[in-house]
């Protein structure tokens, strides 16, 4: 994590400086440089503890989810994050209001998710048809209304020098670096989760219970997650403790 950190910050320099070069030099060089090392900024960015990355493995870790759609929904998240960090800084809005309608939104989809994980098991326990299932899009879009202070940094700051296409460029390729790591980390745990749930198969009617009880576990912290993330100074607390 040293060495993590390190590179992160010397991408972080190499990004701003190709953020200077693009704005003031405005040619296709410059662009691509920019593009590159958003990139890469972006692929180590995503590393480290963080509340969507703990979502995704709460969620994947006790819901089944095939390869691809795990990488999908990794994916969506960090470009849903870039998205509505853009639109943050177009409509004037605050971080904290972001922050706070991101926790919302991951409160509600944990508690969809737990009654519907309540329900799977009671069909596990007793029988039944099987319960609706809710798309992880939502799950994406709930993380990805949390905007990214670099990203809040950089595009308020091109548009106050009236390069805010400059911006634009940046944060996109940023928000498609992380979205690749993060896709890589998702798929990662859809294996684990499919090589549990193989276990599960193997032991019949109790693996069932086990994996719906999972469900129930993983849905909860989703929805604690959320809830955690509603108290800024709590969260923050959480988060310097589990990246030490």
Same mark, same amino acid.
């Given at each position: 994590?040293?060495?993590?950190?390190?590179?992160?910050?010397?991408?972080?320099?190499?990004?701003?400086?190709?953020?200077?070069?693009?704005?003031?030099?405005?040619?296709?060089?410059?662009?691509?440089?920019?593009? $590159?090392?958003? %990139?890469?900024? #972006? =692929?180590?960015? /995503?590393?480290?503890? &963080?509340?969507?990355? @703990? *979502? +995704?493995? !709460?969620?994947?870790?006790?819901?089944?989810?095939?390869? $691809?759609?795990? %990488?999908?929904? #990794? =994916?969506?998240? /960090?470009?849903?994050? &870039?998205?509505?960090? @853009? *639109? +943050?800084? !177009?409509?004037?809005?605050?971080?904290?209001?972001?922050?706070?309608?991101?926790?919302?939104?991951?409160?509600?989809?944990?508690?969809?998710?737990?009654?519907?994980? @309540?329900?799977?098991?009671?069909?596990?326990?007793?029988?039944?048809?099987?319960?609706?299932?809710?798309?992880?899009?939502?799950?994406?879009?709930?993380?990805?209304?949390?905007?990214?202070?670099?990203?809040?940094?950089?595009?308020?700051?091109?548009?106050?020098?009236?390069?805010?296409?400059?911006?634009?460029?940046?944060?996109?390729?940023?928000?498609?670096?992380?979205?690749?790591?993060?896709?890589?980390?998702?798929?990662?745990?859809?294996?684990?989760?499919?090589?549990?749930?193989?276990?599960?198969?193997?032991?019949?009617?109790?693996?069932?219970?086990?994996?719906?009880?999972?469900?129930?576990?993983?849905?909860?912290?989703?929805?604690?997650?959320?809830?955690?993330?509603?108290?800024?100074?709590?969260?923050?607390?959480?988060?310097?403790?589990?990246?030490?």
């Amino acid at each position: 994590m040293a060495w993590v950190r390190l590179q992160q910050l010397e991408l972080f320099r190499g990004f701003f400086e190709a953020i200077g070069v693009a704005a003031f030099a405005a040619n296709a060089a410059a662009l691509l440089a920019l593009v $590159a090392a958003g %990139l890469l900024y #972006g =692929l180590f960015h /995503a590393i480290g503890p &963080g509340p969507g990355k @703990a *979502a +995704l493995a !709460a969620y994947l870790l006790s819901h089944p989810s095939s390869f $691809a759609r795990a %990488l999908r929904l #990794g =994916l969506l998240a /960090a470009l849903a994050q &870039g998205a509505c960090t @853009a *639109a +943050l800084v !177009a409509l004037g809005a605050s971080v904290n209001d972001g922050d706070r309608a991101s926790a919302a939104a991951l409160a509600l989809v944990g508690a969809a998710l737990l009654a519907l994980a @309540a329900l799977r098991l009671h069909r596990a326990l007793f029988g039944g048809d099987p319960p609706p299932r809710l798309s992880p899009l939502w799950l994406a879009l709930a993380i990805g209304l949390r905007p990214d202070l670099v990203g809040v940094v950089v595009l308020a700051t091109t548009t106050r020098l009236g390069v805010g296409w400059v911006g634009g460029v940046a944060v996109a390729s940023m928000a498609l670096g992380t979205g690749l790591a993060i896709a890589a980390f998702c798929a990662f745990l859809a294996a684990t989760r499919g090589g549990l749930a193989w276990l599960g198969r193997l032991a019949g009617r109790g693996g069932r219970i086990a994996g719906a009880g999972v469900g129930v576990v993983g849905a909860f912290a989703v929805s604690g997650i959320g809830l955690l993330l509603l108290d800024p100074t709590l969260a923050d607390a959480v988060v310097a403790r589990l990246a030490r």
